[in-house]
C-alpha cells in the first residue's frame, strides 16, 4: 500500500515564507483526506510542494511506489490549450513525462476515465467551449488517466452542480477504497470533508493547526478559531454528521 510521510515541509516564494514546519504521520493508501484552511492559507502551496514543482525546505517520503511518477496532481486552474479536444486533454496528460508514443493501452486508458466521468457526450468538444464545471470535470479525468496511487485534487469540485459534486466525492472515496489510492482533496466545504474524508489537515498561518480523523478535527473551537464562524456538527436522522452554521464569529 502507498503512504505519504511530510516531514518538516516548507515553502516560499520569492523568499518570502508560506508554510514551514509541516509534518504528518503517515498518510496510508485507501482513505480520502481533506486539506483544509483558510483563503490564501497555503494549500495550494502545500499541494505544489508536495508534487515537487516547487522546491523548500523539508521531505516528502512515498513509500510503497509503484512506478516513478506515483503522484498525480489536479492544480486548481486549469492549463490546458482551449483548442484541444476533450480526448486529446486528457490523452496529452496520459503522456506526461513518456515518450509521445501512443500504445492502445493509452487508448482504452483514456476511454476508461471518460467513461468512468461520463464524459462521453463531450470526448470531441475543444476544451475552451466548455463550461467552468465541464473543464474541471476534464481535470479530474487528466489526474485520474496516469493511474496514480496518489492524487492531490486542489479544490477539485468548486464549480460543480450539486450532483457531481456529491457524485465526484463519492467516486474518489470508491476509488481509494477499492484500489488503495491515497486521495487529497483541498475544499472549502467542510460539510463534503466531514461526510467524505477519513481525515484531515487544517493549515493556518503557515503551519498545520491540526491534523486527525476529519469528525475529530473538525470541533466547534477549531472552526471558530480558524474559520471564524460559531458552528457545530450535528448528526441527521440519518446518522451524517452536518455542518450547521449559527453566524459569523466576529459579524453579527
Ligand atoms: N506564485 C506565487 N507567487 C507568490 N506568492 C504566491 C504564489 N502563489 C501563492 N502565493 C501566496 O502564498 C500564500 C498561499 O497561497 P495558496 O497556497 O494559493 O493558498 P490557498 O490555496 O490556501 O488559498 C498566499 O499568501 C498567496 O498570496
Ligand atoms: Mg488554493
Known amino acids: 500500500m502507498v503512504s ?23 498518510l496510508e493508501g485507501g482513505q480520502v483526506v481533506s486539506l483544509l484552511g483558510p483563503n490564501g492559507a497555503g494549500k495550494s502551496t502545500l499541494f505544489r510542494r508536495i508534487f515537487g514543482i516547487l522546491k523548500g525546505a523539508g521531505e516528502v517520503r512515498v513509500e510503497g511506489a509503484q512506478s516513478a511518477r506515483p503522484i498525480a496532481y489536479m492544480p486548481q486552474d486549469d492549463g490546458t490549450r482551449p483548442a484541444l479536444s476533450v480526448y486529446e486533454a486528457v490523452l496529452l496528460a496520459r503522456m506526461q513525462g513518456r515518450r509521445l508514443q501512443v500504445s492502445v493501452e493509452d487508448h482504452s486508458e483514456v476511454d476508461r476515465v471518460i467513461e468512468l466521468l461520463d464524459m462521453g457526450p463531450l470526448r470531441g468538444r475543444p476544451v ?4 467552468g464545471g465541464q473543464r474541471q470535470i476534464v481535470s479530474v479525468a487528466q489526474a485520474l488517466v496516469q493511474r496514480p496511487q496518489i492524487v492531490l485534487m486542489d479544490e477539485p469540485t468548486s ?17 481509494a477504497r477499492e484500489q488503495g489510492l491515497l486521495v ?13 474524508t477519513d481525515a484531515c489537515l487544517v493549515i493556518a498561518e503557515g503551519g498545520l493547526a491540526a491534523c486527525g480523523p476529519t469528525g475529530e478535527v473538525i470541533t466547534p473551537e477549531l472552526l471558530r478559531d480558524i474559520f471564524e464562524v460559531e458552528a457545530r456538527v450535528e448528526c441527521c436522522s440519518k446518522g451524517i454528521p452536518q455542518l450547521m ?7 453579527s
Open 4 to 26: 505519504l510521510e511530510l516531514r518538516e515541509l516548507g515553502a516560499s516564494y520569492g523568499g518570502r515564507e508560506v508554510l514551514s514546519g509541516i509534518s504528518t504521520p503517515r
Open 184 to 196: 487529497m482533496i483541498a475544499q472549502h466545504d467542510l460539510g463534503h470533508a466531514l461526510r467524505f
Open 159 to 175: 464549480a460543480l452542480d450539486l450532483s457531481r459534486q456529491i457524485g465526484l466525492q463519492t467516486l474518489m472515496r470508491g476509488l
Open 245 to 251: 452554521v449559527d453566524r459569523h464569529a466576529r459579524h
Open 128 to 131: 475552451g467551449d466548455l463550461s
